[in-house]
T-cell receptor, first 113, second 112 residues
Framework: DAGVIQSPRHEVTEMGQEVTLRCKPI?????LFWYRQTMMRGLELLIY????????DSGMPEDRFSAKMPNASFSTLKIQPSEPRDSAVYFC???????????FGDGTRLSIL | QKEVEQDPGPLSVPEGAIVSLNCTYS??????FMWYRQYSRKGPELLMY????GNKEDGRFTAQVDKSSKYISLFIRDSQPSDSATYLC????????????FGIGTKLQVIP
């Protein structure tokens, strides 16, 4: 079975550019999560969706970050404009429902120069 | 103070040893507890999950939850070099496995 698929796996871009990260959840999973992982802060929840609807975005660092889920099989996390402090590994995860734990993709390693 | 405390290690053990990994937490509302394993440059992989207190065993892995002490553990028996990874504890409050708080992760190295 295909797991959570993220693209791109690596992204290097210059400060000020727009960055778009993409995620395809596991088929049939109704919940989708975006996380950021850094050495200093570990894994932090940014936002999550249930049935394509954003439920909690309190972890989104600031207005430069936005996330959408236009359908059950696709979500994006956008950073505009990007800054060097946004450099991190961004993970997407999905779960069948709130009573089941999450399964993670392999992440996008983002470097902002 | 962080809600979930976990020693980042590294923890080095010889092959075959019993490994004990631990987390403490401060939020008494946490009821769902998970352990994830993360290999270098990969995503976290779910190892075990449990609701409320007690023990759960799966092969060489045993998870324990002591809610009275706000302390959870993962034991690995007969550790193998392939167990070398970072182990993250995770937990969430009532409402299910949605708004999860992770520990920083403990890096484990099993020496052949």
């Amino acid at each position: 079975d295909a797991g959570v698929i993220q693209s791109p796996r690596h992204e290097v871009t210059e400060m000020g550019q727009e960055v778009t990260l993409r995620c395809k959840p596991i088929s049939g999973h109704n919940s989708l999560f975006w996380y950021r992982q850094t050495m200093m802060r570990g894994l932090e929840l940014l936002i999550y969706f249930n049935n394509n609807v954003p439920i909690d975005d309190s972890g989104m660092p600031e207005d430069r970050f936005s996330a959408k889920m236009p359908n059950a099989s696709f979500s994006t996390l956008k950073i505009q404009p990007s800054e060097p402090r946004d450099s991190a590994v961004y993970f997407c995860a999905s779960s069948p429902n709130q009573d089941q734990p999450q399964h993670f993709g392999d992440g996008t390693r983002l470097s902002i120069l | 103070q962080k809600e979930v405390e976990q020693d980042p290690g590294p923890l080095s053990v010889p092959e075959g040893a019993i490994v004990s990994l631990n987390c403490t937490y401060s939020n008494s509302a946490f009821q769902y507890f998970m352990w994830y394993r993360q290999y270098s440059r990969k995503g976290p992989e779910l190892l075990m999950y449990t609701y409320s207190s007690g023990n759960k065993e799966d092969g060489r892995f045993t998870a324990q939850v002591d809610k009275s002490s706000k302390y959870i553990s993962l034991f690995i028996r007969d550790s193998q070099p392939s167990d070398s990874a970072t182990y993250l504890c995770a937990m969430s409050a009532p409402g299910g496995y949605q708004k999860v708080t992770f520990g920083i992760g403990t890096k484990l190295q099993v020496i052949p």
